[in-house]
């Protein structure tokens, strides 16, 4: 009897809503970050990403109920480099968890396990939102995915050491598949090979580091400022000579200023996903990155 009533004990704690069996809780902090969690914690992980592919990850409130979620979690991934020191490190105060504060176990940062791009040689906020580590944006480089990768399974076999096969097993399979990835990726990167785009923000750095694409303007004036008409009318000018054939965004980015530019030249203007969710097919790692080629591939073909 005393069995049966342990039984009805367990089962009812388990059907309890917000019951998870996962070990480890997650706290990322942009889509990308869920993603790769979920690859390599499979059902040991309950993944929260504080963010959506519709979100500009620079500026996010910091909110009570981002707060509560980040109270109860043993890791925090997010891509550092300064992309969330508007909200971050608020967060991390006001949570009070000693287990995820900057040095411990439970908190990562994808840039710092990658080289950055665009390290500024002075650091001068007259530049505008200049990041001192580098460009934060690292995860279009299917390469900093593989290391990133890495250093997720390493914090989880640390923090979870009853599963470890299960998520060194897991990042095996990741691996195996990224890689196969990768090379059919790169069966097309002549497609890309010195390509002049125009981005609206310095969002794509890495995919653009990877494609061979060459950046020749930015619509943002100066990183994190708005692009105005003076800087548009005078990017009409310069482009001429160089003749850029696209102009790419985030979903996050207004299309406001594209769309003129667009308008005002034979330029083609495409939204790419730029992380996981950022539209109805790219629903993983593997279909943000098919995707985004995809869409790359369709612009040119349509010129
Ligand atoms: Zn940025």
């Known amino acids: 009897m005393r069995i049966n009533i342990f039984l009805i004990v367990i089962i009812a704690i388990s059907i309890m809503p917000g019951y998870s069996k996962a070990a480890v809780q997650i706290f990322a902090c942009e889509p990308e970050w869920a993603s790769l969690s979920h690859e390599i914690g499979g059902d040991k992980v309950a993944v929260f990403s504080a963010t959506s592919s519709r979100q500009d990850p620079h500026y996010i409130r910091a909110k009570p109920s981002l707060i509560a979620r980040m109270r109860k979690s043993d890791l925090v991934i997010g891509s550092g480099a300064s ?20 040095g411990e176990l439970g908190y990562l940062m994808a840039a710092d396990v990658v080289d950055t791009l665009d390290k500024p040689m002075t650091l001068d906020r007259s530049q505008g939102d200049v990041h001192p580590e580098g460009n934060p944006h690292i995860h279009l480089n299917p390469y900093n995915i593989t290391l990133v990768a890495k250093a997720v399974t390493d914090r989880l076999v640390q923090l979870d050491q009853k599963n470890i096969d299960h998520y060194r097993r897991r990042q095996a399979i990741f691996l195996k598949k990224w890689i196969e990835a990768i090379k059919r990726w790169e069966l097309e990167l002549g497609l890309f090979k010195d390509l002049p785009v125009v981005v609206h923000h310095t969002s794509f750095a890495y995919l653009e580091n990877w494609l061979g694409l060459r950046r020749i303007a930015t619509l943002e004036p100066k990183p994190g400022i708005p692009p ?69 591939k369709g612009a040119l073909h349509d010129k």
């Open 83 to 102: 992309l969330e020191i508007g909200w971050l490190p608020i967060l991390l105060r006001k949570a009070g968890n000693s287990r995820i504060q900057p």
């Open 228 to 296: 105005t008409t003076g800087h548009l009318r005078s990017l009409l000018t310069a482009i001429r000579k160089k003749q850029p054939q696209l102009i790419l965004r985030t979903p996050y980015d207004s299309a406001k200023a594209s769309t003129w530019l667009s308008g005002k030249s034979s330029l083609r203007a495409v939204k790419l996903p730029y992380t996981v969710g950022g539209d109805e097919k790219s629903d993983n790692l593997f279909s943000l990155f098919d995707q985004t080629l995809l869409l790359l």
